[in-house]
Nanobody, 125 residues
C-alpha cells in the first residue's frame, strides 16, 4: 500500500494550493482518510478528515473555513484545497488512510494505518 502526496511548494500569504494524495495497492473507498501536518519544531497535528463516502468532514479550528478536504473514490485520491494561506500554515503535510471501515472520519493519528511520505508547503509573508 502506498500513499503519495503531491502539490506542495512555495506560495505567498493569501494564496491557494491544492494537495493531492493518490493511493495504490488497495482501495480506500470504504475507509476514512485525512490530512495531518507537522510544522517546524512542533508535533504532527490533525488538519482535516473525511468519511468513506465523503458525507462527513472535519477540520482543525486553525484551518476551518479556509481548507476543504474532498475525495474522488474512482481515482482513489483525496484532496486538500487550501485557501487564504498564512505563514503559520507552513509545514510538511501528510496524507493518511485508515484500514478499517468507519461511518465517520478520524482525528487521531493512531486511528490511521497508512501514511504518505509528506509534501512541504511553505507560505511566505
Amino acid at each position: 500500500v502506498q500513499l503519495v502526496e503531491s502539490g506542495g511548494g512555495l506560495v505567498q500569504a493569501g494564496g491557494s494550493r491544492r494537495l493531492s494524495c493518490a493511493a495504490s495497492g488497495r482501495t480506500f473507498t470504504s475507509n476514512a482518510m485525512g490530512w495531518f501536518r507537522r510544522a517546524p519544531g512542533k508535533e504532527r497535528e490533525f488538519v482535516a478528515g473525511i468519511s468513506w463516502g465523503g458525507r462527513y468532514t472535519g477540520y482543525a479550528d486553525s484551518v476551518k473555513g479556509r481548507f476543504t478536504i474532498s475525495r474522488d473514490s474512482a481515482k482513489n485520491t483525496v484532496y486538500l484545497q487550501m485557501n487564504s494561506l498564512k505563514p503559520e500554515d507552513t509545514a510538511v503535510y501528510y496524507c493518511a488512510a485508515a484500514s478499517v471501515h468507519s461511518a465517520s472520519y478520524f482525528t487521531e493519528m493512531h486511528e490511521y494505518d497508512y501514511w504518505g511520505q509528506g509534501t512541504q508547503v511553505t507560505v511566505s509573508s
